[in-house]
């Protein structure tokens, strides 16, 4: 049985993981958040935390005997990626942490073409490899949420990175037929959930829903 820490649970892929969470009674968690959630603790426990206070974050890690962190916070700005590589260092300080999955729930893209959010959240990486911690990231691809929603149940917000279902366009990379790797938000966190059973991480755990090429996404806006 893993003890959770579930960071930045409040929306997205976090709320997805804490309703999955509360359904499994083989781990036990709680949320850490910046904030008081709208709606209340809806899937678990919140315990409102200051990133900003290491020694404060190093309390709750010890004090709840937290074995495994996983971060879904929004990392996106030297901010948000200062929060997430301060709970990697209580993380690694703690006496009882020994895991942690780090918020990068995307395609695997090289460092040397990363830029904006996702240099951004190489902070994170640079910093977990400094320490004693097993540590990992989840490859999942695009999320197929996006070319579902308002049909399908998803907590994420509605994006068009490639295909505009509701516009019926697409955009096409490379040379048109390299495949894409999608993934459902709900398959995505089942899988996080059952990694925590893995006795062995990969620095890199991959999964997707589907893996399909562009001119499948391209027909598929023509109908049957």
Same mark, same amino acid.
């Given at each position: 049985?893993?003890?959770?820490a ?9 709320k ?10 083989? +781990? ?16 678990? &426990?919140?315990h ?15 004090? +709840?005997?937290?074995? &495994? #962190? ?21 993380a ?20 040397s ?19 004693d ?10 999320f197929?949420?996006n070319?579902?929603?308002? +049909?399908l ?18 955009? #096409? ?20 959930v ?8 990969d620095?890199d ?12 996404c ?6 049957p």
């Amino acid at each position: 049985m893993a003890i959770i820490a579930l960071a930045g649970a409040t929306g997205r892929v976090g709320k997805t993981i804490a309703e999955v969470l509360s359904t499994n009674p083989k +781990h036990s968690f709680m949320i850490l958040s910046r904030k008081e959630p709208e709606n209340g603790g809806n899937f678990g &426990t919140v315990h409102k935390v200051d990133y900003n206070d290491a020694a404060s974050l190093l309390r709750v890690l010890e004090k +709840h005997k937290i074995d &495994t #962190v996983i971060s879904t916070i929004l990392v996106k700005d030297d901010e948000s990626s200062a929060s997430e590589v301060a709970l990697v260092k209580a993380a690694a300080r703690s006496s009882t942490t020994k895991r942690f999955i780090a918020s990068d729930y995307a395609a695997p893209i090289p460092r040397s073409k990363r830029f904006g959010r996702l240099l951004a959240r190489q902070a994170t990486i640079d910093e977990l490899q400094n320490t004693d911690l097993e540590w990992t990231t989840v490859r999942n691809g695009q999320f197929a949420d996006n070319l579902g929603i308002p +049909h399908l149940k998803s907590y994420m917000i509605p994006m068009a990175p490639n295909v505009d279902m509701a516009n019926q366009m697409a955009a #096409v990379p490379g040379t048109g037929d390299d495949p894409i790797a999608y993934s459902y938000s709900f398959d995505i966190v089942k899988f996080v959930v059952a990694a925590l059973d893995l006795h062995k991480w990969d620095r890199d755990l991959f999964c997707y829903s589907d893996s399909d090429t562009e001119p499948t996404c391209r027909d598929s806006r023509k109908g049957p």
